[in-house]
């Protein structure tokens, strides 16, 4: 037996894996993975994987990257942990001093949760107990995008609006107002991205218009819908948004756990339109890939409406065990030590442009839908009919066939249903993106080629976050 399936058959037995439906390993075998160095990931019978999407969108320096190494294997042998109330300790404070100066100017606090999901459940409780603490009780709904997700967690779901996670805990969710997405997938012919944008705006000026003596907030993933299929739009969107959210007295909150550090093109994607949001949601590649950990980073006035004598029992009671935990705040660190050390944005950008020309071809395969890239992030979708860009049924699992395809070529390719992405790390080389290309553009023309017959019962929606 290889060593790949005992230790498969021995997971199988005892563990519980997420957005999985675990009978599908009956049939696709687990791939259980020995080591990870730079790009590569290498199972337990030597072969190797290109890991395409970062390890789930957060490793962005490649793996066991010595530098990030190193400066957790220092701060284990000072402090693994300690409480974050009423204790303090150095990495989290240098830590927060860098962050609240490499983000839009006005962003001067950051409280601190273990992971995304968490992250959003603080910006968005914080966003309503400061109306709470304004004498403004009656805001306390929440405003977001169709198509939209924001974690898995059940106030995070409730501003998510991909029904594969949200369609069955319905009767938990809070009631949210949910807007049109300026995706431009579906514009019109000859219609540029930000006209679409610009034209999709109109339907959140009338909501906030109507509600905003409702609203707390609005919460959007800014440039990039990543669960939702890794659709697209013009920052002129986040531009508008921000003038309406002022007039209309309501919080903006960024959701760039997925696109922040890099992603987009710029170190944090609301700097494509200049503005600022009152709540900016970092998680991810916030740690290089290593540690859990996240920050919302918010202003002076939100900050303000908390600071009062314990006895007006204002104070922001949210906590999570590990906050602030040392290792993740090194592991940030020695990742912030690297943008800032390596040129890093400018890096990409030509990373990106050979993206763009190794993927330029597939534009014309008769079943691709799109080719459409921001940044560092870029997505090809494959769709049944080309001229109505008609999706395929999402029970084909179309995507499957090229997650398939692309393991036995030696790539960690994992579609969004019909959807094939590259997020890779930036550490990753002109040479590799054309091989992953390659292996896309096989595994493409393989999904594509013939029926598939449709034998998996029911489900919810087209965008998977599980392969296929």
């Given at each position: 037996m290889s060593l790949n399936r005992e230790w498969m058959q021995r997971d199988l037995?005892?563990?519980?894996?997420?957005?999985?439906?675990?009978?599908?390993?009956?049939?696709?075998?687990?791939?259980?993975?020995?080591?990870?160095?730079g790009v590569w990931l290498e199972d337990f019978d030597g072969k190797r994987y290109l890991d395409a999407v970062s390890s789930w969108w957060v490793n962005v320096f490649g793996h066991a990257n010595p530098r990030i190494n190193q400066r957790i294997k220092d701060q284990l042998d000072q402090l693994e942990h300690v409480i974050l109330a009423g204790f303090t300790h150095q990495p989290v404070i240098e830590l927060s001093e860098r962050l609240v100066a490499m983000t839009p100017a006005g962003l001067d606090h950051v409280f601190y949760a273990d992971n995304g999901s968490s992250c959003i459940e603080v910006a968005l409780k914080m966003s309503f107990h400061y109306w709470l603490n304004r004498g403004q009780p009656q805001k306390k709904r929440f405003v977001t995008l169709t198509n939209s997700y924001h974690?898995?967690?059940?106030?995070?779901?409730?501003?998510?609006d991909v029904a594969l996670f949200t369609e069955t805990y319905r009767a938990l969710l809070l009631d949210t107002l949910k807007v049109p997405s300026p995706d431009c997938f579906l514009r019109p012919e000859g219609t540029s991205w930000e006209a679409h944008s610009r034209a999709m705006f109109a339907h959140m000026e009338q909501a906030l218009a109507e509600h905003h003596r409702e609203i707390a907030a609005v919460i959007v993933e800014p440039l990039i819908q990543g669960a939702g299929g890794m659709r697209m739009y013009h920052p002129i969107y986040l531009k508008l948004l921000r003038e309406a959210c002022d007039r209309y007295g309501v919080h903006l909150i960024h959701d760039e756990i997925a696109v922040g550090f890099g992603r987009t093109g710029t170190l944090f994607a609301c700097e494509q339109a200049g503005i600022?949001?009152?709540?900016?949601?970092?998680?991810?590649?916030?740690?290089?890939?290593?540690?859990?950990?996240?920050?919302?980073?918010?202003?002076?006035?939100?900050?303000?409406?908390?600071?009062?004598?314990?006895?007006?029992?204002?104070?922001?009671?949210?906590?999570?065990?590990?906050?602030?935990?040392?290792?993740?705040?090194?592991?940030?660190?020695?990742?912030?030590?690297?943008?800032?050390q390596d040129r890093?944005?400018?890096?990409?950008?030509?990373?990106?442009?050979?993206?763009?020309?190794?993927?330029?071809?597939?534009?014309?395969?008769?079943?691709?839908?799109?080719?459409?890239?921001?940044?560092?992030?870029?997505?090809?979708?494959?769709?049944?009919?080309?001229?109505?860009?008609?999706?395929?049924?999402?029970?084909?699992?179309?995507?499957?066939?090229?997650?398939?395809?692309?393991?036995?070529?030696?790539?960690?390719?994992?579609?969004?249903?019909?959807?094939?992405?590259?997020?890779?790390?930036?550490?990753?080389?002109?040479e590799q993106i054309d091989f992953l290309a390659e292996v896309a553009t096989e595994g493409i023309d393989l999904a594509t080629r013939e029926a598939i017959s449709i034998s998996v019962p029911g489900g919810l929606h087209p965008n998977h976050r599980d392969p296929g």
């Open positions: 037995a005892v563990l519980w894996h997420p957005c999985t439906q675990m009978k599908d390993h009956e049939q696709l075998p687990l791939v259980p993975i020995r080591r990870g160095e974690g898995e967690t059940v106030a995070a779901m409730s501003v998510g600022r949001p009152d709540f900016l949601c970092l998680s991810k590649a916030l740690t290089g890939g290593y540690l859990p950990l996240a920050a919302c980073l918010t202003t002076e006035d939100v900050y303000q409406a908390f600071y009062d004598d314990y006895s007006t029992l204002r104070a922001f009671l949210h906590s999570h065990s590990y906050t602030g935990n040392p290792l993740a705040c090194a592991a940030a660190l020695a990742t912030l030590d690297i943008f800032e890093v944005i400018e890096r990409n950008r030509a990373l990106a442009e050979r993206m763009a020309s190794a993927t330029a071809h597939l534009a014309d395969h008769p079943q691709v839908g799109e080719v459409r890239q921001t940044g560092m992030a870029l997505a090809i979708e494959m769709v049944a009919d080309k001229a109505s860009k008609a999706a395929y049924p999402w029970q084909e699992r179309r995507g499957l066939k090229v997650y398939q395809h692309a393991l036995t070529r030696g790539a960690l390719l994992r579609p969004l249903g019909s959807v094939v992405y590259f997020l890779p790390p930036y550490v990753i080389t002109p």
